[in-house]
């Protein structure tokens, strides 16, 4: 069974008339399909009668409202209604001024000083950690023991879930939040309110776990919770289990996130080892994290960077005078034609410029066709046609391929050779990718799915080719 992806999606669209936009304190029962836990709120009824008498206030209010405004109109308010406009604009100043006082504070609180070494850093906290440091938000770690907090904070991941990622089956998402053999790590705003978290499933006898769902509320994404998130994960994994190794399936919007956080598409971990063990997901790259020794916190990470930093930059000083910043050149102030020679010019031999450098400075990084050629790429190996030609053809599966096929190709060694500019043409480009479909349909009988599949990606290339004016004639 093939599934759809599941990791982080951001999606702003909400769904008024769904059950999981009730905020969390306000739910009446969750319940799902499979037979996932029910939270009930035992204040329900206090809450009823709340906002009852809140209503009430407001009906009074609305009402006294509307005499006084008539009272003003027969005394002749309007005198009154023009000075309360200027007090107005006069709080709106006071607001504008409190907010950039409130943006100042929260800058300031983000600078920190570290002592190592005997020499003082400063460095830039994000404002998740800050956030940590005051008490607003703690980061859970919480899996089905049928006790009531735990299932309202793992309601609340599941509401995250099934609105950031909307492609998700939502039964699917209820099934393995509350699965007992799953464990999520939520970041949690005081007192309760979930604001995303990570749920994944560990397999400690094989030494790795398989990130299910990770997400972050729409509306909390530009505070650094996502990478914070992780941080911690990866601290707490390591010290509770024998786990080196994560693995996950990651769309387009998520492999940028996963990158970042020291994921990568190549798997060093044995097919042996996990094949089997987590589910394909069409349309998902798989991207697997190594986990350094247990002597580095994660959590440290920018602070180790910064010093790694510092540290070259003392072995550069130590070595050449690049870091010395000479005056401009005053010549140029007086006669903007004259020429100079590169030797006349303090400082630029010393570090290390020369001609044959500037001439391979100047020369394009990339081909005339790289960039069409990556983003037709992509298309085709997002495509839902691409699952076959992902990777090379598995020889213990498939003994006999090899004896058939003497030129094999795959999307996965295309991705490499453009990732490493070995296409110096748009037809050998075009060449490798025409070879996948050949091989295919070499190999396979025309009433099989890779042989109908090798025809409808062939034919999404050709028409993506033939909709590029500078690129349509390589059908001809």
């Known amino acids: 069974m093939v599934d759809r992806k599941r990791v982080v999606r951001v999606d702003d669209d909400d769904d008024d008339d769904d059950e999981d936009d009730v905020p969390l304190n306000k739910k009446m029962k969750l319940e799902s399909k499979e037979s996932t836990p029910v939270v009930k709120d035992e204040e329900d009824e206090e809450d009823k009668a709340q906002e009852d ?9 609305r009402e006294t409202k509307v005499e006084d405004g008539n009272n003003e109109e027969e005394n002749g308010g309007g005198e009154e209604n023009e000075d309360g406009d200027e ?43 800050i956030e940590e440091k005051e ?48 464990l999520s790590m939520a970041v949690v705003r005081k007192p309760l309110t979930v604001v995303g978290g990570i749920t994944y499933r560990p397999f400690n006898n094989r030494e790795f776990a398989e990130i299910v769902f990770c997400a972050i509320s729409s509306t ?6 996502g990478a914070h998130l992780m941080n911690h994960l990866k601290d707490y994994v390591r010290a509770t289990s ?34 089997g063990y987590i589910k394909d997901y069409e349309g998902g790259t798989l991207m697997q994290c190594s986990m350094l020794p247990s002597i580095l916190r994660y959590l ?54 020369s001609e044959e450098m500037d001439k391979l400075a100047q020369k394009p990084k990339r081909g005339p066709h790289y960039n069409f050629m990556v983003t037709l790429f992509s298309e085709m190996q997002n495509h839902p046609s691409a699952w076959p030609f992902a990777v090379p053809v598995n020889k213990d599966e498939v003994p006999d391929y090899y004896d058939v096929i003497k030129e094999p190709m795959d999307l996965s060694t295309m991705e490499s050779k453009l990732e490493n500019d070995k296409y110096e ?14 091989n295919c349909r070499s190999y396979n009988s025309e009433s099989t799915t890779y042989y109908k599949n090798a025809n409808k990606l062939e034919k999404f290339m050709n028409n993506k080719i033939k909709d590029s004016a500078e690129y349509s004639h390589f059908l001809e």
């Not at 008498?53 to 209010?61: A, R």
């Open 242 to 275: 024998p786990i080196k190794y994560f693995l996950t399936y990651a769309d387009n919007y998520a492999i940028g996130y996963f990158k970042k956080q020291g994921f990568t598409k190549e798997i060093t971990l044995d097919k042996s080892v996990w094949m």
């Open 300 to 353: 440290d990470s920018g602070k180790i960077l910064l010093l790694q930093k510092a540290a070259i930059e003392r072995k550069i000083k130590s070595r050449s005078k690049s870091h010395i910043v000479r005056p401009g050149l005053q010549i140029f102030k007086t006669n903007r034609n004259v020429t100079l020679d590169y030797k006349d010019i303090p400082g630029l031999s010393e570090a290390g410029w």
């Open 53 to 61: 008498k809140v209503d009430g206030v407001k009906e009074e209010t």
């Open 135 to 182: 008490g607003k938000i703690e980061f859970r770690v919480v899996n089905n023991d049928n006790t009531k907090d735990s299932l309202i904070v793992l309601t609340g991941l599941k509401n995250i879930f099934q609105k950031q990622l909307p492609k998700m089956p939502r039964e699917y998402i209820s099934r393995l939040v509350y699965d007992r053999s799953h």
């Open 425 to 438: 043409s748009f037809e050998q480009f075009l060449y490798d990718a025409r070879l996948i479909f050949k």
């Open 87 to 129: 007090e107005d604009d006069d709080d709106d100043d006071d607001d504008d001024d409190d907010d950039v006082d409130d943006e100042a504070e929260e800058e300031r609180k983000r600078i920190t000083n570290f002592n190592f070494d005997g020499e003082i850093y400063t460095f830039k906290e994000r404002p998740s950690v």
């Open 220 to 225: 909390e994404q530009v505070r650094g919770y």
